[in-house]
């Protein structure tokens, strides 16, 4: 295959194309490599560039000019895999990569070509481009960092290249979890040593060691890559262990009311039916019904009773299982105490509401500064018009209020939960796993 490299700066490639793995192919001839330098294709005394047709002060690089060199490479290799860079493309994962790994080792001839100042003339991507990639939301000044960031991720993926298959297949991001902590010798460097296990020549030990560790930090520090993955269920099972407890609480108490005034609002059956379905689905330890009112625990301590009793059980399983992690307590205050017991810790407490209120705002992919703390996690719903200030002061960030692209976002409490529970906790496949991996 041979590569042609589009740019204004060859300079830049020479010591990249000489060097490690690339250098490598390039001497054993399984690819070769050419770079054309735009400013070679000017006529005397003329511009690459000029300024953009409208409002605005960027210089673009002429159509022409890239049709030149698009046109000369074509004629010296034959039609070219075309691969444009721009922060508007879409963006490189290993998930991409994959995936064009098998339609660039069937080619002959693949170009890739880095543009500069604010840009190329929209028109050349139109008729030319048969991909353009993104390195990622961010704007460099040009597109060859980009260009050569891609060919370091793709040609190790295509075999004859990289040398062993294995290694690659194995690596972060080609399946749901990153990759696991390695080491080498010495034993002990600096005061740090290699963890027993990894010592210790038991094989399949080392290896669930790896996988818990791969896990771990994947739970922690990668959760959105981890949630865009058709997840088994024993991958599943080993990152819930990761994930620190959660649970969640329906307040009735020190509400907001319609008239201004604090005070207490009735439970809703309906409501902890669907919200503890919902809890059930994403694994929350136990939804809270928070009420002091008698005449309304009396109804909920009914409701407890029949669906954890065996009568309930052989009515409706499923029922069971959501409600039998239902608690009733009197307050707030009781809830968290509840937690703290149960876990050893204070839990970190989250509200929601349909506005923002003076806490640190979490989005819903924030969950590495909650988890990485450790600690037990209460997720707060209120009733009525909300959670009232004395209780929003006991608490240490809010979620970003649920919104659409209207101007109404009041939502029945027990489909905000669903959804709240869903983007804080919830699995939303981009990559789907072969039942052979
Ligand atoms: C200054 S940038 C142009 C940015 C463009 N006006 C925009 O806002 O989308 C000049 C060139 O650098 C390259 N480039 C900059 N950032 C990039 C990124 N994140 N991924 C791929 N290419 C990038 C592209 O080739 C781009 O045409």
Known sequence: MNISLVTLFPQLYKPFLDASLIGRARQSGSITTDLINLLDLTEPKKRIDSPTVGPGTGMLIKPEIMQKAIDIQQEKYGRAFRIFFSPQGKKIDQQLLKELAPIIQQQEHLMLIASRYEGIDARIEEEYADIVLSLGDFVLMGGDIPAMAFLEGILRLIPGIVGKLESVEKDSFTGPWVDYPEYTLPVEWHGHK??????????????????????????????????????????????????????????????????????????????????????????????????????????????????????????????????????????????????????????????????????????????????????????????????????????????????????????????????????????????FQLAKE
């Not at 069971?320 to 407490?349: D, M, W």
């Not at 909650?370 to 209120?382: A, K």
Request: net charge neutral; aromatic share 10%.
């Open 194 to 431: 290699i963890p027993e296990i990894v010592q210790s020549g038991n094989h399949a030990a080392i290896e669930q060691w790896r996988l818990d560790q791969a896990a771990q930090k994947t739970v922690i520090g990668h959760f959105q890559w981890l949630r865009s993955w058709a997840l088994k269920d024993k991958q599943k099972e080993l990152a819930a262990r990761y994930i620190p407890s959660h649970y969640m609480v329906l307040m009735h108490d020190q509400m907001r009311l319609k008239d201004g005034r604090i005070g207490t609002t009735s439970v809703t059956t309906m409501d902890i039916h669907d919200i503890a379905r919902s809890c059930r689905t994403y694994g929350i330890k136990n939804f809270f019904i928070s009420t002091p009112l008698i005449d309304q625990r009396t109804i909920v301590q009914t409701l407890l009773d029949f669906w954890q009793s065996d009568e309930g059980i052989r009515y409706n399983s499923h029922r069971h299982q959501a409600i039998r992690n239902v608690c009733l307590t009197e307050s707030f205050e009781e809830t968290v105490k509840y937690i703290e017991e149960k876990e050893g810790k204070k839990p970190i407490v989250i509200a929601t509401s349909a506005q923002y209120h003076e806490l640190p705002v979490l989005s819903y992919s924030d969950q590495q500064k909650v988890w990485e703390q450790s600690r037990p996690v209460l997720i707060l719903l209120g009733t009525a018009h909300g959670i009232s200030n004395t209780v929003l002061e006991q608490c240490n960030y809010m979620l970003a209020p649920i919104e659409g692209f209207t101007d109404f976002n009041h939502l029945a409490v027990r489909s905000a939960a669903g959804i709240i529970l869903d983007r804080w906790l919830g699995i939303n496949p981009r990559f």
